[in-house]
């Protein structure tokens, strides 16, 4: 099972882009969906993006048109692409598998996003 370790985090103004990349461990050729959650304090970890292995894309709505999710199977690694962001999108943004993410397990240290106004 492959590991996944999320950075790229940061402070940035409102307006600001950040991009945040996800290693794994191992290869994600055959991985179908991987997925960007968030969690913001005091609030459960919610889906903001996935991305399947043919490259279909779907988006949180408070998100779309402003995030972009990519995949690099040569690289084993997944992007977040954030421009245009609001201080709603503070919080800690974590990448797993589709599946591991819908059974709860297969969670990392995330890495922190922090929007100001």
């Known amino acids: 099972q492959v590991q996944l370790v999320e950075s790229g985090g940061g402070l940035v103004q409102a307006g600001g882009s950040l991009r945040l990349s996800c290693v794994a461990s191992?290869?994600?050729?055959?991985?179908?969906?991987l997925t960007w959650y968030r969690q913001a304090p005091g609030t459960q970890r919610t889906f903001v993006a996935a991305?399947?292995?043919?490259?279909?894309?779907n988006y949180l709505p408070s998100v779309k048109g402003r995030f972009t999710i990519s995949r690099d199977s040569a690289k084993n690694t997944i992007y977040l692409q954030m421009n245009s962001l609001k201080p709603e999108d503070t919080a800690v943004y974590y990448c797993n598998t589709l599946s591991n993410a819908v059974n709860g397990r297969g969670w990392g240290q995330g890495t922190q996003v922090t929007v100001s106004s």
């Open positions: 191992g290869s994600i050729f055959s991985i179908n969906s």
């Open positions: 991305i399947t292995n043919r490259g279909n894309a």
